[in-house]
């Protein structure tokens, strides 16, 4: 195993030829997919990997000025693949590695076949000419819960983000891998994600584009997913699903999974 792979607890999976690689969001690590792999591991070569900043990694791997920026993740992904010899692959990002998948499908498209964005956004923060649903005053109010007692912000949030109370199991879940990160690293990629402000960049997209979103999540509105349905310059078709949360994969895997299943397997309509 190489370093690349090391650093990212890389795991592949699956012996077809065709690869698809999985990257998760903010408070999360690759055991998010867990529902999904074992749709795909029979036809597909899956690359799991956790990004550095995820409670799994080693936290002295984490740089914050290269983490300031969506790039320095980016750049880890185009690692990833270089390391593995990977030339060809679908990419399924969800949240914040939606974003890292649509950044490194620029820097190099021929990596890439197409790419799922699941509960993505190019920019959180509502202006005069866009809506992302947060105001100033959201982001500060928690970045100070966070700075204050990020045990409690995490019991807090996880609720919010998936969609149920703390009995759910897919709560609990995202609670522990949530509390896993170093509370200061869990900071800086938040404020990393609330500075966020890829929209400039959609129109040098030249991969195909699928755009899966929840009908109701508390970060991503249905507006937003449809906003990168008509800046992306590429191919894009956007699908909202029935489902609550913005971890649907986590939460309502019944839903999310045969919808993630049909656009791994189909490419979009000409």
Request: proline fraction near 4%; charged fraction near 15%.
């Amino acid at each position: 195993m190489g370093l690349v792979e090391e650093a990212h607890n890389v795991h592949v999976v699956g012996s077809g030829r065709q690869v698809v690689v999985l990257g998760h969001g903010f408070g999360t690590d690759q055991s998010v997919w867990k529902h999904l792999v074992p749709h795909l591991i029979a036809d597909y070569r899956i690359v799991l990997f956790d990004n550095i900043g995820a409670g799994t990694t080693n936290p002295d791997y984490f740089d914050f000025d290269r983490y300031s920026t969506v790039e320095g993740w980016a750049y880890d992904l185009l690692a990833i693949l270089q390391e593995l010899q990977i030339t060809s692959c679908i990419f399924v990002g969800h949240s914040l590695s939606a974003m890292i998948g649509l950044i490194a499908s620029i820097i190099r498209p021929d990596l890439f076949v197409k790419l799922l964005l699941l509960s993505a956004s190019p920019r959180y923060l509502n202006s005069a000419e866009y809506y992302g649903g947060f105001e100033e005053e959201d982001i500060q109010q928690i970045l100070d819960a966070m700075r204050s007692n990020y045990e409690a912000w995490c019991a807090g949030f996880a609720p919010l983000a998936v969609g149920g109370d703390m009995k759910s199991g897919a709560v609990q879940e995202f609670s522990r891998t949530c509390f896993n990160m170093r509370p200061d690293i869990a900071l800086s990629v938040m404020q990393t994600i609330f500075e966020i402000d890829t929209r400039p960049l959609l129109g040098l997209v030249t991969v195909p584009c699928h755009i899966l979103q929840s009908a109701k999540d508390m970060a991503v509105p249905v507006v937003v997913a449809e906003y990168l349905h008509h800046n992306i310059a590429a191919k894009s078709i956007v699908e909202v699903m029935e489902s609550e949360g913005h971890l649907p994969q986590l939460s309502s895997p019944d839903i999310v999974i045969p919808v993630i299943l049909k656009h791994v397997r189909h490419d979009i309509a000409v």
